[in-house]
């Protein structure tokens, strides 16, 4: 599986402080990655530098193409992105208009663009909500309409920087749901970025950030054996985690299981 993302020693400097120092990242194409790490670790910062919103030395290589000022409006054009609060995302009156916006610009033609609006807010079913003003919704449509926004370009990578805040449980489910489905089916590259450790169980792939440095990346069983590495950093793994690593010590299942359901048949067997 060839790389989407490759990130090859890059260094940044915040003031006085070091963020990144000779940071180097691959991330696989059609892969849905959890970036996950206490505050400070560089996490949101990464999101910044990989929309080329902060400069760093070292070569960053998205889609086949090198970072740089001739390709970074190619780069950018495919990358959807959704962030902590999407009342900053939002530039229009109505939620239709908010979604078309990107098209706009991209001088698609009205047609296609209403076509597309009408199939990506089915799709999210918020097509009862295109003709409200973004502030007058709730924390999860306002959420929904930022993703929106963010796949009606046909992205090859979306990247969520901690999105889902403003949503309850069942919404957040209903969503990461949905990005599962995308990720399969579309084959869009995902990487959530959270401090949510509940959040790593939707994807298939852990990256743990600690002070700028890799700790850990693996898939999520992989990562999630090390429950050691995340104390030591001050977060706690998901209970299906933590549960699956008693269970095997015990001897009571023989590999982690992070579904629940898997988790229930395998022990009433």
């Keep these: ?41 560089g996490k949101s910062t990464l999101v910044r530098i990989l929309l080329g919103l902060m400069k760093t030395s070292g070569k960053i290589t998205i889609n086949g193409l090198e970072m740089n000022h001739t390709n970074i409006k190619k780069i950018i054009s ?80 979306l990247i969520l920087d901690e999105a889902l805040t403003m949503t309850d449980l069942d ?21 959530n970025v959270t401090h949510e450790m509940d959040e790593v169980l939707y994807g298939n792939d852990i990256i743990l950030l600690d002070q700028g440095k890799i700790v850990l990346n693996g898939s999520n069983e992989e990562v999630l054996e090390n429950e050691k590495a995340f104390n030591k950093i001050g977060l706690k793994i998901p209970f299906m985690a933590e549960l699956s690593i008693k269970l095997k010590y ?10 629940l359901d898997e988790m229930v048949n395998k022990l009433w067997k």
Excluded: C, W
């Design 1 to 41: 599986m060839e790389n989407i993302i490759s990130i090859d020693n890059i260094s940044f400097d915040y003031g006085n402080k070091k963020i990144f120092e000779n940071f180097s990242l691959d991330i696989k194409k059609g892969t849905f990655t959890t970036i996950v790490g206490p505050n400070g670790s």
């Design 171 to 191: 919404t957040r489910d209903k969503i990461y749901n949905i990005l599962k489905d995308i990720n399969k089916n579309k084959k869009i590259t995902i990487i």
């Design 78 to 157: 495919k990358i959807g992105v959704v962030f902590e609060n999407p009342d900053n995302q939002f530039v229009a009156e109505t939620v239709m208009d908010d979604i078309a916006f990107s098209l706009e610009n991209m001088q698609v033609k009205p047609k296609e663009i209403r076509k597309r609006v009408k199939e990506i807010s089915a799709y999210l079913g918020i097509d009862d909500i295109l003709n409200k003003e973004p502030h007058t919704l709730s924390g999860g449509q306002k959420q929904l309409v930022a993703l929106a926004s963010a796949l009606i370009i046909e992205p090859d990578i």
């Design 250 to 259: 015990y001897g009571l299942v023989d590999k982690m299981i992070l579904n």
